[in-house]
């Protein structure tokens, strides 16, 4: 059964603190890991890997995959309280036509 | 326009009742999909619809039913729901259902049974 796991599953840190949120996965016939961020309602989309060992970058935020480990990084540099939401990852097999998310990260920024 | 639109945002109905949420995208793409959010956790896949044909079902229970009249509508009718059905349903769409490709998702219409 294909599976996603987030770690940590709650993290509060200070603003302006570097964070770096896990998620790793067992899924058949991987195709493609996407990170979402999620506060009062929809997630909003961040970032989607495909190829090994390419940073994805947006602003503060970035990430990569390890396709031989099966994990994947999101990292948030010099936090602001506004980063505090839950953060997804979701992964797509071949064929599959759907998206198995992980638990999510509850992130805090405190002030 | 990278739009998904839900309606109504919140929903409140007894058990006898029938509704529907409507989801709307003009993005011209061509999968749509309705998600189940309860609280605290990650969003689950109900139904999928690709080229306005359904192509995933989740043994979701019959009491929701979904319909896709054309590219851009995506219903999904509710009849006889459990309190345990309440949370928050979340409409996503991309380009055509395949591989690689960026769900966006609506703002969700969160429901409450009685």
């Known amino acids: 059964e294909d599976k996603v796991v987030q770690s940590p599953l709650s993290l509060v840190v200070h603003e302006g603190d570097t964070v770096t949120l896990n998620c790793s996965y067992e899924?058949?016939?991987?195709?493609?890991l996407l990170w979402y961020k999620q506060e009062k309602k929809a997630p909003t989309f961040l970032f989607m890997l495909t190829s090994s060992g390419i940073e994805k970058k947006s602003g503060r935020l970035s990430s990569i995959l390890d396709k031989k480990e099966l994990f994947s990084i999101l990292n948030i540099t010099a936090t602001q309280t506004g980063d505090s939401a839950v953060y997804l990852c979701?992964?797509?097999?071949?064929?599959?036509?759907?998206?198995?998310f992980g638990q999510g990260t509850r992130l805090t920024i405190n002030p | 326009d990278t739009e998904v639109t839900q309606t109504p945002k919140h929903l409140v109905m007894g058990m006898t009742n029938k509704k529907s949420l409507k989801c709307e995208q003009h993005?011209?793409?061509?999968?749509m999909y309705w998600y189940k959010q309860k609280a605290k956790k990650p969003p689950e896949l109900m139904f999928v619809?690709?080229?306005?044909?359904?192509?995933i079902n989740e043994s979701v229970p019959s009491r929701f039913s979904p319909e896709c009249p054309n590219s851009s509508l995506l219903n999904l009718h509710l009849h006889a729901l459990q309190p345990e059905d309440s949370a928050l349903y979340l409409c996503?769409?991309?380009?055509?259902?395949?591989?690689?490709?960026?769900?966006?998702f609506g703002p969700g219409t969160r429901l409450l049974v009685l």
């Open positions: 979701a992964v797509e097999a071949t064929g599959a036509q759907k998206l198995v």
């Open positions: 993005m011209g793409h061509r999968a």
């Open positions: 899924v058949t016939n991987f195709r493609s």
């Open positions: 996503a769409s991309s380009q055509e259902g395949g591989s690689q490709e960026t769900q966006y």
């Open positions: 619809y690709s080229y306005e044909k359904l192509s």
